[in-house]
Structures are given as structure tokens and as C-alpha cells.
């Protein structure tokens, strides 16, 4: 190791755990931010349609952006496994291979978003009002894909080497960037929806070539060669890991859109209203979302040290301080949410439309930091085939069929569509602590 700090194999859990974690959470607190910029400034300076175009586009982006995160899981896993296991020098050949592997998927996402960014924004069922604006900025954030999936194959490169610091930097700079590019496109030039897609894009660029910058001039325990850049033995070995990750999230993030199609036929205000619940909801899922990611590097590093009982006692540290931190976001998000609503919009029935999916959702915020605690350990055991199955059980059959339920009876409300999420959750508690269980009486 090259940096103590990095070193998860020693030391107090808690101390290491919560030093590598909050970089994390910061980096997460900003892309959320990230995101809200421009739901905020589009409802302060656009129209309503702009609003929901920006709601239903941004839904598309984060799925794309969340499977890319978590196919770039496996990169983040196996550098720590090969940390943990003082095999630095198999790192360079991990990252040249995920370099062509992620090009290729850029590659692909291009083509589909830019091309058929109108069929998607029929198939998302965007009010009438939103199509084409909807359309517009979908085509955009295509255009700039490159720049979103290096930027996180980056963070995963570094998260891997036990550095969350860095990836903080990366998109506090990005998040400047897209804070004065949609005041001036959005505010400024009145652009609308396209304003706040071009900002996110040209954001993204500048903090992609200030993270490969920071990438060439850090002193790393290793070398990266010419020819490691090309599809070698280690592109299967992330990949086996990464690949159950990326299909569940991409099952998972579908649902959500079907989630957002179900609202989206309730009307445009309960459209915008749900994408605004949406950016808080992104804000109350930043812990238990830093916990998985840094419980998956944790995790791993000791595993690769041979340290079994140390990876198991983070999971339970992890789930300590993810619900110490659920009990307040809950009480936030179920009394207040209307207030945080109110900073997305102007509108009273975008707020109260806001204000009751977010009523429903709010207990998701406590079972979460248990979920996601253990998601992140199972992560770092190799066990990602598990946690896509968990995954798929738990949105396929219990979420979006509940919200869907929820969706289509006469006076439909968005809280009980709300509710679908913690119910999921919970039955996806109950399955995995059913197989941690069933892994230890193995051992």
C-alpha cells in the first residue's frame, strides 16, 4: 500500500469505515446536487413542460448512469481483491481492459440515445406537453455519454485503490460547472430543458479530463502499459462480477421508469411532482448509498487479506450508522417533504403532488441502510449473482407490481405508489439475511 489511510485490513472498522465513506457521501451529495441544479433552475426559469421534460429525461440518464456504476462495481471489487491480496502489478491490465470494455458500451449507449431519443420519450409516456423537449434531452446527454461513463469508471478506478477522496474532487468540479452553465444556458439564455442537458454534458467533459489528469500524476503502486489496453484475462474476471450487477440495476432502473410511465398517466402536474420527489428521494438514499459502495471496497480488501471475520463486522458497523442516519432522514422526508418540495418549485400542486409520494416513500430511508449494508458486503465476497437475484425478486415481483396496483385504481394516489418502495425493501432485508445466514452454516 502505498497509503496507510487506505489499508482496511487494520485499525478501528468504524474510524476507517466512516474516513472512506464520507468522501464518498460527499461525492454523492454533489451529483446529487448535481442533478437538482437543473430540476431547480429549469422550475424556477423554464416552463412546466421544461420541468417534466427534465423529470421524465433525467429518469433515462440515471438509468444508464447507475448500471454504468455499478458494472464498474467489478473494476472497484478487483482492484481492492488484488490490493488486499499485494498483487498490484495484475491492477494495470484491469484498467487498460475496462478502458475498451467501457468505450464499447459508450459506443452503444450513443447510438441508441441519440438516435431513437423520441421513441423513448413516447415509450417513458411523457405528458404531450413534454415530448419533445423530453426528446431533446435525451438526444443531448447521448451525445456527451462518453464523458458520463468515464467519469464513473474513473471514480471506480480510484475507489478501488482506497482513494474516495479524488472522485469527491472530481465532480465537486463538474458540479461548479453546472451550476454556472445552467444559470447562464437556463436562466440566462432561456433554453429551457436542452440548457440544462448541455450544461450536465460540458460539465461531465471537464471533469473527465481533470480526473485523467490527476489519474497520470498520482504515485500508484503499479504501472499501466500500452498494451495493457486491450480485451485481456482480467476483462472476464470484472466482468463476471460487474455483469450481475449491471443487469440487475438495469432491471431495476427499468422498473423505475415503468414507475415514472405509471405517474406520467396521472397527469403533468403529478408528473413534475414525482420528478421533484425524485431529486429529494436521490438526497435521502446519499448514506446508504455511500455505505454500499465503500462496504464493496472494504469488503473486499479484507477478504483478499484473508480476514473473513473483519469484512463481516464492517457489514454490521455499516448497518449501524446507516440507521443512526435513516431515523433523522425520515423524520425530514415524512414531515417536512413538502418544504423540501418547495425548493424544486413554485407550483402548489407540483409541492403537494411531491409532498405525498414522498409521505409513502419515507420508511424506505430506514430499511435501506440495512439493505444496502449487506448488498455492499455481498459485493465484496464475489457474491454478485446473489444480489442480482435478491434484486430482481425483490422490484419485479413485489415493487413495481404493488406500484403498478397502486397506479391504475380510480382515485390513484402517489402515496401508496410511494409505499411500493419500503415494502420491496423490506422483503429484500428478509431474503438476504436468509442467505448470510445460509453462507455461514456453510462455513
Not at 129 to 151: N, Q, S
Request: aromatic share 10%; proline share 3%; charged share 10%.
Amino acid at each position: 500500500m502505498t497509503d496507510k489511510t487506505a489499508d482496511f485490513t487494520q485499525g478501528s472498522i468504524l474510524k476507517k469505515l466512516v474516513a472512506f465513506m464520507m468522501p464518498v457521501l460527499g461525492a454523492l451529495i454533489l451529483q446529487a446536487a448535481y442533478g437538482a441544479v437543473d430540476l431547480l433552475v429549469v422550475g424556477r426559469f423554464g416552463s412546466t413542460s421544461g420541468l417534466s421534460a427534465v423529470s421524465t429525461g433525467s429518469q433515462v440518464l440515471n438509468l444508464v448512469t447507475f448500471v454504468v456504476v455499478q458494472f464498474a462495481m467489478g473494476i472497484t471489487v478487483l482492484i481492492a481483491r488484488y490490493l488486499g491480496e499485494k498483487k498490484p502489478e495484475q491492477i494495470g491490465s484491469v484498467i487498460g481492459g475496462a478502458a475498451i470494455v467501457f468505450t464499447a458500451i459508450s459506443v452503444g449507449l450513443f447510438i441508441v440515445m441519440v438516435c431513437f431519443a423520441h421513441p423513448i420519450a413516447i415509450l417513458m409516456q411523457a405528458p404531450a406537453e413534454a415530448v419533445e423537449l423530453t426528446a431533446v434531452y435525451i438526444r443531448i446527454c447521448g451525445a456527451g455519454i462518453f464523458f458520463i461513463v468515464a467519469y464513473n469508471l474513473l471514480s471506480a478506478i480510484f475507489r478501488g485503490l482506497g482513494d474516495s477522496k479524488s472522485p469527491l474532487l472530481f465532480v465537486l468540479v463538474a458540479c461548479i460547472i453546472n451550476v454556472f452553465g445552467d444559470l447562464i444556458l437556463v436562466a440566462g439564455f432561456h433554453m429551457n430543458a436542452a440548457g440544462a442537458a448541455i450544461a450536465t454534458v460540458f460539465a461531465q467533459a471537464i471533469s473527465v479530463v481533470f480526473a485523467v489528469v490527476l489519474l497520470i500524476k498520482k504515485e500508484l503502486p503499479f504501472k499501466i502499459r500500452k498494451k495493457d489496453f486491450c480485451l485481456n484475462p482480467q476483462c472476464k474476471k470484472f466482468l463476471i462480477i460487474g455483469l450481475p450487477l449491471a443487469l440487475q440495476e438495469f432491471l431495476t432502473q427499468m422498473s423505475f421508469l415503468a414507475l415514472c410511465a405509471f405517474v406520467n398517466r396521472l397527469g403533468l402536474e403529478a408528473s413534475s411532482g414525482y420528478g421533484v420527489a425524485c431529486k429529494i428521494v436521490n438526497f435521502a438514499m446519499l448514506v446508504p448509498s455511500a455505505l454500499m459502495q465503500s462496504m464493496a471496497s472494504f469488503v473486499s480488501q479484507n477478504v483478499g487479506a484473508g480476514k473473513s471475520k473483519r469484512a463481516k463486522r464492517s457489514m454490521f458497523t455499516g448497518i449501524g450508522v446507516g440507521l443512526v442516519v435513516g431515523c433523522f432522514v425520515f423524520t425530514l422526508v415524512f414531515l417536512k417533504g413538502d418544504v423540501l418540495a418547495g425548493f424544486f418549485s413554485t407550483d402548489a400542486a407540483v409541492i403537494q403532488n411531491g409532498f405525498a409520494y414522498l409521505r409513502g416513500f419515507a420508511p424506505e430511508t430506514i430499511v435501506t441502510a440495512v439493505l444496502f449494508s449487506m448488498v455492499g458486503y455481498f459485493n465484496g465476497n464475489d457474491k454478485t449473482l446473489w444480489v442480482m437475484t435478491q434484486g430482481l425478486i425483490q422490484t419485479l415481483l413485489v415493487r413495481l407490481p404493488m406500484a403498478y396496483i397502486m397506479s391504475i385504481q380510480p382515485n390513484a394516489s402517489l402515496t401508496k405508489i410511494g409505499l411500493a418502495a419500503p415494502v420491496s425493501t423490506a422483503v429484500g432485508i428478509m431474503l438476504n439475511v436468509g442467505f448470510y445466514v445460509y453462507l455461514n452454516r456453510k462455513k
